[in-house]
């Protein structure tokens, strides 16, 4: 049986791969197929924060990259939330 902690973790592993799986093809323009191999490679489960095909068309918000500079920020990785936050700024502009 399944502890409370080890659902806990297993659930912020979950968000945590969709953070990075999101970032990996906004930022690093990688394609849902690579990322999907990525995930395979290392045996992580499937997820995303953002729908891919929102990725590629750029349907996303300030909110969405809000809550991902938070989970960056969160983990201690500040180069990602420098580049997401490059994003923002550009998607404050455009406003």
């Known amino acids: 049986m399944t ?3 080890d659902m806990i973790e297993l659930q ?8 990075v799986s999101s970032y990996l093809m906004m930022v690093e323009k990688k394609t849902m197929g690579e990322v999907c ?3 395979e490679k290392y045996d992580k489960p499937f997820s995303f924060f953002l729908a891919p095909v929102d990725v590629v068309n750029q349907y996303y918000g ?19 939330c420098a580049k997401l936050k490059k994003i923002l700024d550009k998607y404050e502009k455009k406003l």
């Open 3 to 5: 502890s409370k902690e």
């Open 12 to 19: 912020e592993n979950w968000i945590h791969v969709g953070m």
């Open 37 to 39: 191999e990525l995930l």
């Open 62 to 80: 300030e909110m969405e990259l809000l809550d991902m500079i938070d989970h960056f920020i969160e983990q201690e990785d500040y180069e990602k």
